[in-house]
């Protein structure tokens, strides 16, 4: 399984990453970021690829 | 026989092509070359928070992911020639390198005021980390800061002087900062903003000389007014880092010509296979849009090539598929973000193109997205806030909706 986490005081909520892997990050109706804390590790690159469009480079993943 | 591929920069286009290569299966030699003394970080907080705090390169590092560990990287010592015939780039310490696959991704660098007095202490710009750091330093309270240049960079170094208790002029020959991807409307709603922060403009006016013995003292403008200075930003665009492939057959018009394959072309129009173009010098053609080719100095370019790119070298190299990846369009969505103040302004698109502008949504002064139009099609959108507003019209510019 892959950890994601989203460093909350660096996500300004642009929701890049939505477009990127849009079942594990999605913004709430008040344009907020939330998103899944673990996924299958087949969704290592969709995720990686969120992790590189993040204006703030708020989203790691942990091994 | 173990193939090498030669990447001419260490920035987020390098990484990422490097990253890219290795995902598409490519197991091969990668040595990365960049000028800088650091490994690849993140651009855009040096007109922000490295400026607004203290930052070091840890905290803008990119993660270097396990798939690109065994990547040689050369740091501080940048390619001054190439030649594409015996496949080899040659280093400034003398040091050539062969290459299977080439990758051009020497990015820019920025352009400097040329006044007759330039030989005065003082002056700064925010492309590299060591740059950010130098006029963090000369941020202090009170300091007198003259922004040269009003595009989203200089705008954003105006906020974050200002934040920091700086007194700040900003200049620029435009007749409102922004004014060229956003219009005037928009433009002239961001200076009112800033002006709000009391920020000072001077617009529609040029540098025409700087004063002081030494240190820099004033700015001198072309209208005869004299600025108060101790720090000069120079954000006034760039150059392209090119000047190492002069002794190619590429066409380095305006940065590097490349087809829809990333391929640089040459000036006879050939696409060169296994010579790539990614990043801010990357000129190409965006069917999204037209078949214009430009370059597109945008945060997610950098990205967006390198993924384009690893696949078709990879390709290119193990002789599987090439023909295939080639024939594929090339559509990245041109996507941008400035922190300015509380302001989180996004766009998607090329407003630059447009003919045509309207509020879609919201109101001039408060949270807004703009629709920017050409021959009556949406072609771009900039908004304010409005997360979600935005986000459906950047499908509808995918084409997608």
């Known amino acids: ?63 | 026989m173990s193939k090498q591929v030669v990447i001419v920069g260490a920035s987020m286009g390098g990484l990422r092509t490097a990253e890219a290569l290795r995902n598409a299966g490519y197991v091969d030699g990668i040595t990365v070359i960049g000028d800088e003394s650091h490994a690849p970080y993140n651009r855009p907080p040096l007109s922000k928070e490295v400026l607004a705090k203290e930052v070091t390169h840890e905290a803008v590092a990119f993660k270097q992911r396990q798939q690109t560990a065994d990547v040689v990287w050369k740091f501080g010592s940048p390619v001054v020639d190439a030649d594409l015939d015996a496949k080899t780039v040659t280093t400034s310490d003398g040091e050539t390198f062969s290459y299977d696959g080439l990758v051009i991704a020497s990015g820019l660098r920025p352009r400097r005021l040329d006044v007759p007095n330039g030989n005065v202490t003082g002056r700064h710009t925010v492309r590299s980390l060591d740059d950010a750091i130098g006029l963090r330093s000369a941020l202090v309270p009170g300091a007198r800061v003259v922004v040269a240049g009003a595009g989203f960079i200089g705008c954003e170094v105006a906020a974050t002087a200002r934040g920091l208790g700086c007194e700040v002029t900003a200049v620029a020959i435009d007749e409102y900062p922004m004014v060229r991807p956003l219009g005037p409307t928009f433009a002239a709603d961001l200076q009112a903003r800033h002006e709000s922060h009391d920020v000072q403009f001077r617009m529609r006016r040029g540098i025409a000389d700087l004063e002081g013995d030494g240190a820099l003292t004033g700015v001198l403008l072309d209208d005869g007014e004299l600025l108060p200075a101790d720090v000069l930003v120079e954000a006034i665009s760039s150059h392209c880092n090119t000047e190492w492939l002069n002794n190619t057959n590429l066409d380095l018009s305006n940065g590097v010509l490349a087809d829809q394959a990333l391929r640089a072309v040459t000036v006879d129009g050939n696409s060169v296979d296994g010579v790539h173009v990614v990043g801010d010098l990357a000129r190409f053609a965006n069917p999204l849009f037209d078949d214009v080719a430009r370059r597109i100095e945008h945060w997610n370019i950098p990205t967006e090539t390198g993924k384009r790119v690893g696949p078709v070298l990879n390709a290119y190299l193990s002789s599987e598929g090439f023909a295939e990846l080639v024939a594929q369009p090339f559509t990245p969505m041109p996507s941008f973000w400035s922190d300015q103040y509380d302001l989180k302004i996004q766009g998607f698109g090329m407003p630059a193109l447009a003919d045509e502008i309207a509020i879609i949504e919201g109101t001039i002064g408060s949270e807004l997205v703009m629709g920017y139009y050409r021959t009556g099609k949406l072609i771009g959108v900039v908004g304010i806030g409005l997360t979600s507003t935005l986000m459906k019209l950047r499908k509808e510019l995918m084409g997608d909706a």
């Open chain 1, 1 to 63: 399984m892959l950890k994601i986490h989203v460093d909350m005081d660096k996500c300004q909520h642009y929701g890049q990453c939505v477009f990127e892997a849009p079942d594990i990050f999605k913004l709430n109706d008040d344009d907020k970021l939330e998103y899944v804390a673990t996924a299958d590790d087949s969704r290592r690159a969709d995720i990686e690829s969120a992790v590189d469009v993040c204006p703030m480079q708020a989203i790691t993943i942990q091994d």
